[in-house]
């Protein structure tokens, strides 16, 4: 068994069904495709327990983790070892457990007591921002479809009730800006400006194609100037990214058909799962961890050798999307 060189703890944090559960069963399939597309390293990610690793989680159809109403806690073995020994990815190499914690949207979304002392001992937070679950989705997207109107309004309505109500609550911007709001107000409270906050803007299978612009434009346009304007504001304190992502992707390359069917809520092929981004905030995260470690300067040797580890340090690989839609 590998050394292992950090351990870290990510929090899933959004509504009921903005996508944090499937998030992860993606994760686990996007840490697969760099594993095949990476020609210069191995990617190697499991469940590990009682200092063992147990089962492997290269994946290849999506799996539900674990039942949906229990708070979940996942420890994972990652790791990223070189294909290839050379000098360079030698020293890019290091293993991490990742701690993943999911729970249930409506216990972390409105911060029960439990959750909102989570929040000051994590690396990282992922905030899940769904547009289709606020209530003006389907006139936004009709409105930034170039006022072309593809569907029938009526059956839109129909479909959307089908499928949003009941199981499905829906959120005003405000309610979703007034919980991101207290989001920061704890992490501010309990001195945490070092985390790495991911706003992670979901299921773009569902709208990329209906929507004409860059990811700040999606933020602004589905949730409002405000909500945009305060992640702006909050850039200057923190260490934030902004990001879209699918979990299920698409069925074709143009990025214009989702490979999620939404009456029968199963992905239409499996075979083809390709996830839009779904390995970089873990990897984010983890490339800041390494390039740390390798400018501490403690030894001497590693004062001679430091600068030069960091210029040879390869950074995580980018699955090639034809468009990284991050920043
Ligand atoms: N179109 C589409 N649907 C998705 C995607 N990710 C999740 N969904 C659907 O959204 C619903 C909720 O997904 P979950 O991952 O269970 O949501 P969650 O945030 O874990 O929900 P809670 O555990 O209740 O808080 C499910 O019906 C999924 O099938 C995605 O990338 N695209
Ligand atoms: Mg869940």
Known sequence: MKDINSEVKILLWGPPNSGKTWFLNSFTRSVSLCDLYDDRFKYDLGEYSGGLLTDQLHISSPFEIGDKHIPRDHTWLFSRSPKQNTYNAKISAYSHLLHLIDYPGDMIFNFSEDTSTL?????????????????????????????????????????????????????????????????????????????????????????????????????????????????????????????????????????KESNFNISSNKMINSNIWDPINSELPVFWLLEKIELDRLKRKKALVDQIFGDQKVKSYLPYFKIDRGGYYAE
């Open 119 to 255: 929040i000051k001992d994590v690396d990282e937070i992922i905030v899940f921002l769904d547009p289709t679950l606020t209530k003006d989705y389907h006139s936004k997207i009709a409105v930034s479809k170039n006022d072309e109107i593809y569907f029938n309004d009526d059956l839109i309505d129909e479909e959307f009730k089908l499928n949003k109500s009941g199981s499905q609550k829906l959120i005003s911007v405000t309610e979703y800006q007034a919980q991101v709001q207290k989001l920061f107000d704890f992490l501010i409270h309990w001195g945490r400006e070092e985390t790495l906050i991911i706003f992670c803007v979901t299921k773009a299978d569902e709208w990329l194609s209906k929507f004409k612009g860059n990811i700040s434009d999606s933020i602004q346009h589905f949730f409002g100037e405000n909500i945009y304007r305060f992640i702006q504001t909050y850039r200057k304190k923190f260490n934030i990214h902004i990001y879209i992502n699918s979990a299920v992707g698409f069925l074709d390359e143009d990025k």
